[in-house]
């Protein structure tokens, strides 16, 4: 059975920075895509970023992009989302997700942006 | 990277038929056969129902069905049922090698 669960969220105030993680078991990690989604509370879904199965590409969406960084440790089964330049529309709760169908979910991590 | 277009709310009554739209452009739902579909019960995380505009994944109810016409994707729930109260969101890869997801629609079942 696939597992993804998200850890890192928290309160930091803006401009600050956090690192989030999403450890995976019940799938081969080294080879699927991961995704990154995030959900502002009570509204929708927001695609955050995408990493290949091999680390060797990445991408943004246009609202985080410069300021976020996704990257994978295959070794280790984890997928990273480093967010820096936080801004208070950057809360939101934080899902990491399984390939190009988003066919898995984790449970989310709530990141919090505010002074 | 506009969000798709849903409609915000749909509704129907226990054993009807209802169809969410989900509206983007030739440089996502029209471009690619790359449209996926979500549920999302309140308090839960999303759930796969629908893969590569028509793909139904094992163990999701054939009542789900999809279908793409041009820029525009459609989500299909038949014999509608009271478990099927939730969030819907469609979702599309871009021609900028990106996703965008709709704006949600949540369906009441009355």
């Known amino acids: 059975e696939v597992h993804l669960v998200e850890s890192g969220g928290g309160l930091v105030q803006p401009g600050g920075s956090l690192r989030l993680s999403c450890g995976a078991s019940?799938?081969?990690?080294?080879?699927?895509?991961m995704q990154w989604v995030r959900q502002t509370p009570g509204k929708g879904l927001e695609w955050v970023s995408r990493i290949k199965y091999d680390g060797t590409t990445t991408t943004y969406a246009d609202s985080v992009k410069g300021r976020f960084t996704i990257s994978r440790d295959n070794a280790k089964n984890t997928l990273y989302l480093q967010m820096n330049s936080l801004r208070v529309e950057d809360t939101a709760v934080y899902y990491c997700?399984?390939?190009?169908?988003?066919?898995?979910w984790g449970q989310g991590t709530l990141v919090t942006v505010s002074s | 990277q506009s969000a798709l277009t849903q409609p915000a709310s749909v509704s129907g009554s226990p054993g009807q038929s209802i169809t969410i739209s989900c509206t983007g452009t030739s440089s996502d739902v029209g471009g690619y056969n790359y449209v996926s579909w979500y549920q999302q019960h309140p308090g839960k995380v999303p759930k796969l129902l629908i893969h590569?505009?028509?793909v139904r994944p094992s163990g999701v109810s054939d009542r789900f069905s999809g279908s793409k016409s041009g820029n525009t994707a459609s989500l299909t729930i038949s014999g509608l049922q009271a478990e099927d109260e939730a969030d819907y969101y469609c979702n599309s890869f871009t021609s900028s090698t990106t996703w965008v997801f709709g704006g949600g629609t949540k369906l009441s079942v009355l």
């Open positions: 019940g799938f081969t990690f080294s080879r699927s895509w």
């Open positions: 590569d505009v028509t």
């Open positions: 997700a399984k390939s190009d169908w988003f066919d898995s």
